[in-house]
């Protein structure tokens, strides 16, 4: 038996989930294929950045996120071993300032996210199934998924498929879409804590302090989403049973006198680690294929965006489907040039934000120092930052330019 729909879509994490609902909501009749039983803390996004909440107003998702939960952090403080924390605290930066009408980032747990969405898929009628093993696609003018669920095998057709099953997209290498990547510049570990109940809850925080960068996102009831960049040739550093106690204690900082108060949290999940890195593809759609999410291309954990790309990936291809009535390949190239450019600067900014902040000898330590005074009498030098915040559109060219890069890096 085949089954038909508009459209299938191969991953249901947030990318998938929310194209769904997108997709089902405007009357199509949509297939959602989820690998896992149930969500669980790989370590991922839990901090959405103004930009990628305004995508999500814009598709209609931001009141469920906030009702389940959401909630929005309204000041950032950059600390450095360079600086004296009374400086550092004298002037924190308010998060409401980069989006109009956004109060700031919004935090939510990742699996519970994912789960919302994938809830809502359901209540907008969209077939959901989870625990589905996927064992074919195949691209082309009239594409199928074959996959097996409950025991039982099933071929689907559509009008298209969309491929949000993540970084070792299956969907990618079923259409011959070439992945690239740049060099891993550092490792990245996560946890999230609990009983951090001394840190203002309204306060996130990075800063870089010996042989350790951290960043605290805090999730609402003294539970902090906390990450921590260390070196590449340190990447056994936090492994073994004593790593995430050993991982907390990394955190007690002069530097931020208040990271005591996650030092002496506790684990409330697993602690992960990554090779941070950037990845993009060139054209990420087939005739009857389209990527999303990490799937197309995933950028650097450490400037925190990978939500909030994959927010504005699910809003350009739905919108674009909402008003095509053919969905050929041709319909998604203006997607594949928006993407294309939008990754290029969000790398750009990852580069810069990793070597500024995640190395640690003697140099690095000198670059800050002068960055930091640089950065007081020059604010164009850290204008970078407002593509994290306000998206890397809302700045000129000019400013992802190897020469910025020399100027921010060497001047
Ligand atoms: C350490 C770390 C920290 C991060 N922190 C942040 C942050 O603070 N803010 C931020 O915005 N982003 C962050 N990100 C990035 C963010 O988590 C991702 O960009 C985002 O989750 C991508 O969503 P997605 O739906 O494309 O993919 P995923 O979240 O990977 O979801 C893919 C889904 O597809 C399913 N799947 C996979 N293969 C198959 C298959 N063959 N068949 C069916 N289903 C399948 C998976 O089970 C999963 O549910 C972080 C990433 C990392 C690694």
Redesign the pocket.
């Known amino acids: 038996m085949t089954d038909e729909f508009d459209l299938i879509v191969?991953?249901?994490?947030?990318?998938?989930s929310a194209l769904a609902v997108a997709m089902a909501r405007s009357g199509a009749k949509v297939l959602l294929?989820?690998?896992?039983m149930a969500?669980e803390d790989h370590?991922?996004?839990?901090?959405?950045?103004p930009w990628?909440v305004a995508e999500t107003q814009r598709l209609g998702l931001y009141d469920l996120l906030c009702k389940a939960g959401g909630r929005h952090v309204k000041q950032h403080i950059t600390y450095d071993e360079t600086l004296d924390p009374s400086i550092a605290e004298a002037a924190p930066l308010p998060l409401d300032a980069f989006v109009p009408g956004i109060p700031g980032p919004l935090c939510i747990g990742?699996p519970h996210h994912?789960q919302t969405l994938f809830d809502e898929a359901k209540r907008e009628g969209v077939t959901a199934l989870r625990g589905?093993d996927?064992r074919e696609i195949v691209p082309g003018a009239a594409p199928s998924v074959t996959y097996s669920v409950d025991g039982q095998t099933h071929k689907a057709t559509a009008r298209l498929v969309i491929g949000?099953?993540?970084?070792?997209s299956?969907v990618r290498a079923a259409c011959n879409i070439t992945l690239h990547q740049n060099k891993p510049h550092h490792m990245?570990g996560?946890m999230l804590v609990e009983n951090a109940t001394g840190w203002n809850a309204d306060r996130q925080a990075i800063g870089t302090e010996g042989n350790f960068a951290f960043l605290a996102?805090p999730q609402g009831d003294g539970r902090i989403r906390v990450?921590g960049s260390y070196a590449l040739d340190d990447r056994r550093r936090f492994a073994g049973e004593d790593g995430p106690r050993a991982f907390l204690e990394a955190f007690r900082m002069h530097c931020c006198p208040d990271n005591k108060f996650i030092a002496d949290s506790s684990p409330a999940g697993p602690l992960?680690s990554?090779f941070n890195n950037d990845s993009w593809t060139d054209e990420p759609f087939v005739e009857g294929v389209v990527l999303?999410?990490?799937?197309a291309g995933?950028n650097d954990?450490i400037i925190?965006?990978?939500?909030?790309?994959?927010y504005r990936d699910v809003r350009i291809v739905s919108d674009l489907l909402k008003g095509a009535a053919e969905w050929n390949a041709a319909l998604f190239a203006p997607y594949a040039e928006e993407r294309s450019e939008r990754l290029r600067r969000l790398r750009f900014v990852a580069e810069i934000k990793a070597i500024i902040d995640a190395e640690f000898d003697d140099a690095a330590r000198e670059r800050r120092r002068r960055y930091f005074e640089r950065a007081a009498s020059d604010p164009m030098l850290a204008a970078h930052g407002m593509a994290v915040m306000a998206g890397p559109e809302s700045l000129p060219a000019e400013l992802f330019t190897p020469e910025h890069r020399a100027h921010i890096l060497e001047g």
């Open positions: 191969v991953g249901g994490g947030i990318g998938g294929l989820e690998k896992s969500y370590v991922r996004g839990e901090w959405i950045a990628g990742h994912c589905v996927v949000a099953d993540g970084r070792a299956a990245f996560g996102f990450y992960r990554y999303i999410g990490d799937a995933w954990p925190g965006l990978g939500l909030s790309i994959t």
